[in-house]
């Protein structure tokens, strides 16, 4: 065989969920399987199945800081979505394979850098902890991450926040009628990855043609300036018209487009809960595209000759803010001197990060200290506060990737002064993320 | 007391097991037809012990080689694929036609049939002199109105076409699969029928009429009259004897790789805990995939006999028979001769073996020991390729649930064992491969006759029920049932029931009660909410009865 095959995990954790009636419920996959199984895409050679393996603790904690501990954030299912993720890396990276896609619940791209708990169905970014892993194990430094779920990808935007090497771009339903509530485009990174960050919200009611419109305009370009060594998309398929959460309307033959479109490398799913109708569908029509197989003859079951409508102004809407997302792309420069005018060496800002799942209030204030010849240090202080009453503080000080020797010394400093036993910590943490090393100090 | 019978390509062996203990062994070679290699085996055992047999077993190349032949009735397809892989695609071997209707995923089913459309493309269809139709749809496990609806047009319109239902043959999903099923079925179908009465009669008149089987790809028995029913669950009869005769002849628990060295053929599989690695993929008849549960194995067409040919200059070991009468005279160059020649084994002149390589040699000028060395490493690197392949096989069956990936991580073992007419003589060969030991079992050279002798029965039972649909199918023989509480029938309940069939499907066979081993393989429950708080469950289960060996005496 000529071509190599597209590299396919598919992990349901069918002995694993958030509740019986939970969206995010083992039955979520269940029609997918079935689907693929019927289809008897597990039997050609275009497709290899690639199986999971148990993921160990630095392959989350590279990314992560997980609290209090990591075994109260992630039970063995997320160890084997992660190993997924790990293997079809792999198989990538030692060119078994072409590209790839992980199906694998739970869902990630709502977990945030520090984690408490489960947002938004996520506990752990499975998105950051691929970006993570591509970076120190096989040292791939431009990464492109395009985010296509329904919601804002804001843990992923959260992770890589100050990191020039890793653009995101998140495509969603706009965030004043959307879950998370954020992904605007001013959302724009942090002072030393300012324009690595890039939010196209679209209104309610766009489907196939504005998608195609924003990709071919807007994001196809911004690619092309960045040239990643890599793109991953994290793919959420609760954009499509049927899907009980989201208010877009992609359809099947639309998911084939935005795949061919951005043609990744490595695909990991996110979300999307129109489970029996559409989900098996989709994820057909996408690992097809990838697979370079047929995909004519892919669509919505009962959906022949239905034209999804999409309105105008929609449309319109979408194109407006795609040429707005290009042009500061574009300008980045102009708009930075702007934003940051008025801050010296250290930009700060505050976070306040809620846990819809577990009911946890995060509070984060967070200190970069810019470097004239790296991408600087990160110390955030947070402080998190549980339903149950317990509050956990926490400071981490962050060195980054690609650190120069000074800011590794400053980011230890910074770790060590806040060892003290007066310490108004629980946990001190320290991380260095080019190293994927971290100590994490229990104060008692 | 036992007979098995195996039919290969060089020999066909049968042996007779009274009480755990092999009394008469038997080898013949084989004749081209597989009647005459089953009744000149039976014909040679003393005719008052053959009488006596309390079960028959075959296992045999009949419908592979039914297949390799062309031998197999022309048929078509009628296919109700819907939205989904384009059908062009698809590894078709019989001629086709599509048709519009279609189920999705839920087994809701989507447009209508059109009596006079299905008129016209059948009509087309047989154009291409067909003699019976495969009517098969996507899902039809699920829902089989599609299938059974045009069936009844084609048999009203076209009488004297043979039919076959995808959903009668495979209940599974994989729509490939179950195409390739119901062709295949369909087309060896009467061959299988006619080849078997016949068979069955020639045996009955030598006064033998203890029940009879054949081996299946899992190690299991079906009997003969199920024959006609499910024909291609007989493929790799001959692969699944050499596994089962490695489980008899070795301690229980041993994990170990295994090589069943024959005259033209050599069949490798993996035994964890005696028990050889099962697989749902890979088994392909006509390149089309089978839904079959088979041994994990390789099968080479090299095998002790093989000669030692040049390609492209360099010596191998080629797929050809040679017809060799004394094969210990070397007077061609084998894979046992150089195995001779390199003082691996000390059967036959050495000095005969060395001239069988001269010709060779001279042509490449080099050694009559390179040589040998050349195809032995040539045979070597057969093997490892094929133990690697086994283990990838294994490795690509899917798993859904946590436990299963745990399963995954279990060692591949290192031991070895060495089985078939040439294992005595070959061992030695096989020994730089492997970390562990190697080990020629006693009566290793009648392992297949051994397995098909001491084989049991495996059946298993998948059940899927949908409480908001309120009915239960088994897939096996899709038989459908109403759930009369569908508020009150969950995993339990659905378990209870599933053992229940299970009992009975035993009983058929006539197994004894306390052996009827049932093993729960998956049990899932999934809640489906639909209606408010009223939650619909789908629930699955899947019993297996696994392979074994039958004993006369518990161990
Ligand atoms: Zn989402
Ligand atoms: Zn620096």
């Known amino acids: 065989m000529d071509k190599l095959p597209t590299g396919f995990v598919f992990f349901p954790a069918f002995d694993w969920s958030l509740g019986i009636d939970h969206p995010e419920r083992e039955e979520r996959l269940l029609y997918t399987r079935d689907l693929l199984e019927e289809e008897g895409v597990f039997d050609i050679s275009e497709i290899e199945n690639i199986l999971p393996e148990y993921a160990a603790d630095e392959m989350i904690s590279g990314p992560h800081i997980c609290l209090p501990v990591l075994d109260r954030l992630i039970t063995s299912a997320h ?18 394979i072409r590209n790839g896609f992980a199906v694998i619940r739970p869902p990630g791209h709502h977990a945030f850098r520090l984690t408490y708990g489960n ?112 793109i991953l998309n994290s793919a959420g398929q609760d954009c499509h018209f049927s899907d009980p ?200 | 007391m036992r007979i098995g019978i195996d039919v290969g390509g060089t020999f066909a062996d049968g042996i007779i097991i009274d009480k755990d203990q092999i009394t008469d062994g038997i080898k ?10 089953v009744l000149s085996v039976l014909d040679a055992f003393p005719s008052r012990k053959v009488t006596k047999a309390d079960h028959l077993c075959i296992s045999t190349t009949l419908i592979t080689n039914l297949f390799a032949n062309q031998l197999f009735d022309p048929i078509g397809a009628a296919l109700l694929s819907g939205p989904g892989r384009d059908l062009h695609s698809l590894p078709l071997a019989f001629p086709w036609i599509s048709i519009d209707a279609y189920a999705d995923v839920t087994g809701n089913c989507h447009g209508s049939i059109n009596p006079k459309i299905i008129r016209f493309k059948i009509k087309e269809l047989l154009k291409n002199n067909i003699q019976g139709i495969a009517v098969v749809s996507k899902f039809s496990g699920r829902n089989s109105t599609l299938e059974t609806k045009t069936a009844e047009i084609v048999r009203n319109e076209f009488p004297g076409i043979q039919l076959i239902c995808g959903n009668n043959v495979w209940g599974g999903l994989n729509f490939p699969k179950r195409i390739a099923a119901a062709c295949c079925t369909l087309a060896a ?63 229980i628990g041993v994990s170990a790789a295994f090589v069943d060295i024959g005259g033209s053929t050599c069949d490798i599989g993996l035994m964890l805990n005696s028990e050889p690695l099962i697989s749902t993929r890979g088994v392909r008849l006509l390149n089309m995939p089978l839904p079959l549960r088979a041994f994990a194995m390789v099968s080479l067409g090299i095998g002790g006999n093989s000669p030692v040919v040049l390609k492209n200059g360099v010596p191998i070991l080629s797929a050809n028979k040679i017809t060799d009468p004394n094969l210990l005279e070397y007077s ?20 005969n073996a060395v001239n069988s390589f001269k010709n060779l040699a001279e042509k490449l000028t080099l050694s009559e020991y390179e040589i040998a060395r050349m195809a032995v490493s040539y045979f070597q690197r057969q093997i490892t390729d094929s133990l690697h392949c086994i283990q990838s096989l294994w490795l690509q069956e899917p798993a859904y649930r946590i436990w ?82 569908p508020r009150s029938f969950k995993l339990p309940q659905a378990r209870e029931l599933a053992f229940d069939i299970g009992s009975q499907r035993g009983k058929n066979y006539g197994i004894d009660p306390e052996h009827l081993d049932l093993e729960e393989v998956y049990g899932e429950q999934f809640n489906r909410i639909r209606y408010g708080l009223d939650s619909q469950r789908i629930i699955e289960i899947r019993l297996v009865r696994k392979s074994g060996i039958q004993y006369d005496h518990a161990v």
């Open chain 2, 404 to 485: 299963e990936l745990h399963q995954k991580t279990k060692q591949i073992p290192q031991d070895l064992i060495v089985l078939g007419a040439g294992g005595q003589l070959l061992a030695n060969l096989l020994k730089p491969l492997c970390n562990g030991s190697v080990t020629v079992p006693a009566d290793g050279d009648m392992a297949n006759a051994i397995g098909a002798a001491l084989a049991r029965h495996t059946f298993s039972v998948t059940l899927r029920a949908d409480t908001l649909k309120k009915e239960v199918v088994i897939l096996e023989d899709n038989l459908r049932r109403p759930i009369k509480d």
């Open chain 1, 79 to 96: 160890r084997y979505a992660i190993g997924g993720i790990k293997t079809l890396a792999d198989a990538r990276m030692q060119n078994k």
């Open chain 1, 119 to 230: 947002r938004g169905f996520c506990n752990v970014n499975n998105m950051a902890i691929l970006v993570h892993y591509l970076r120190t194990h096989y040292h791939i430094r431009k990464i492109a991450v395009i985010d296509t779920d329904v919601h804002h990808g804001d843990g992923t935007q959260n992770i890589f926040w100050h990191d020039p090497d890793t653009l995101f771009i998140s495509t969603h339903q706009d965030g004043r009628t959307q879950y998370p509530g954020t992904g605007f485009l001013a959302e724009f990174g942090g002072p030393c990855a300012f324009g690595a960050n890039i939010n196209i919200p679209l209104l309610p009611g766009c489907g196939d043609k504005a998608m195609k419109h924003v990709i071919e305009n807007t994001i196809l370009p911004i690619l092309d300036d960045f040239k990643p060594e890599m």
């Open chain 1, 245 to 444: 959460l989201g208010s877009l309307r992609i359809t099947a033959q639309g998911y084939v487009e935005i795949t061919r479109l951005i043609n990744p490398d490595l695909i990991v799913l996110e979300g999307g809960y129109s489970a029996e109708t559409a989900l098996p569908y989709l994820h057909l029509a996408i690992l097809s595209t990838l697979a370079g197989i047929n995909t004519a003859d892919i669509h919505e079951p009962g959906f022949e000759n239905v034209c999804i409508e999409e309105p105008e102004e929609s449309i319109e809407a979408a194109k407006h803010i795609a040429e707005q997302a290009l042009s500061a792309y574009q300008q980045r420069e102009v708009f930075y001197k702007e934003a940051f005018r008025d801050t010296g060496k250290t930009c700060s800002r505050n976070l306040r990060i809620y846990y819809d799942t577990d009911g946890i209030v995060d509070f984060e204030h967070e200190r970069f200290y810019r470097c004239d010849s790296c991408n600087g240090t990160l110390l955030i202080d947070s402080e998190s506060h549980f339903g149950t009453g317990e509050t956990i503080r926490t400071r981490v000080s962050i060195a980054s990737y690609h650190r120069c020797s000074k800011c590794l010394d400053n980011a230890m400093k910074h770790f060590n002064t806040s060892l003290k036993k007066s310490s108004p910590f629980h946990f001190v943490v320290f991380q260095d993320l080019h190293e994927n090393k971290v100590i994490k100090h229990q104060i008692i």
């Open chain 2, 189 to 251: 179908r009467n061959f299988v029928k006619r080849f078997f009465c016949h068979l069955k009669t020639a045996i009955v008149s030598r006064g033998i009429r203890c029940p009879l089987s054949l081996l299946k790809a899992d190690g299991g028995l079906m009997p003969l009259e199920e024959v006609y029913q499910h024909p291609l669950e007989t493929i790799l009869s001959g692969p699944a004897a050499s596994a089962m005769g490695c489980v008899a002849l070795t301690e």
């Open chain 2, 28 to 37: 013949k070679p084989a004749s081209g037809d597989l009647s005459d290699s």
């Open chain 2, 332 to 351: 061609t160059p084998t894979l046992t001769a150089a195995a001779r020649v390199l003082e691996l084994h000390n059967k036959g002149s050495h000095e």
